[in-house]
């Protein structure tokens, strides 16, 4: 996203509560169960393309721990991620799992070995694709398959302008259709850019004492370029 917009509205801390779950409500209510330690399964994995909310929703899951005042881990992988052996925890989240170099899929292979040998946390992992067509070395694919998998579908574009327009009425705004479908066109389309967009153009239309209208979403995005 453009810096100015970072600067005028940074997006919200990702939560369970503000993701917008369109087609993966089931994925929700999973999430919520194994947090409420209503869920049996032990073991996740959850893939879709980038900017679906896979990292929102394990992030999210990570502060609904916190403020359980349970142990969750969160893991945002590169090729050198080195997993702690905390028998402590609740939860453990690998974000990207895609990303591990050579070394770092074996210390996830054991981390997973240990989890389901020793202990009572839960593992969620997720990635670009299915297990099958990761990239990974094939003991780790095998068990990353092993559990329950979810694909975290991406919103449709009448789901994102549903939420943009949610989002803005929640700040007492009424965004206009044409200026949501503007914004589908020309910005990025991942829901986070979206609705820190909504709230950086309610800022720059107070500033200015102007309604919000294409012009002014195009006058904001130039602007930013």
Known sequence: ??????????????????FVPGRNAELLQTLENI???????????????????????????????????????????????????????????????????????????????RIRDEGHACLLVTGPVAPAQL?????????????????VHELTDEEKIKAMKSHAASRGLDLPQEVGDYLLRHERRDLPTLIATVDALDNYALANRRKITVPLVRELLQAAS
Request: charged content about 25%.
């Open 35 to 113: 947090l409420m330690g209503r869920e049996k399964e032990r073991f996740f994995y959850l893939w879709g393309n980038r900017g679906c909310g896979k990292s929102h929703l394990l992030q999210g899951l990570a502060g609904a721990y916190k403020h359980t005042r349970m142990k969750a881990t969160y893991y945002a992988c590169d090729e050198n991620t080195r997993f702690a052996a905390d028998g402590e925890a609740d939860c453990v989240l690998v974000d990207d799992s895609d990303r591990l170099g050579a070394e770092a899929q074996i210390h996830l292979f054991n981390l997973y070995n």
């Open 1 to 18: 996203m453009k810096q100015l917009l970072l600067d005028i509205a940074p997006p919200p801390l990702p939560t369970l509560a503000n």
């Open 135 to 151: 990239k990974l070395r094939d003991d780790l694919v095998t068990r990353l398959g092993w559990g329950l998998v979810y694909q």
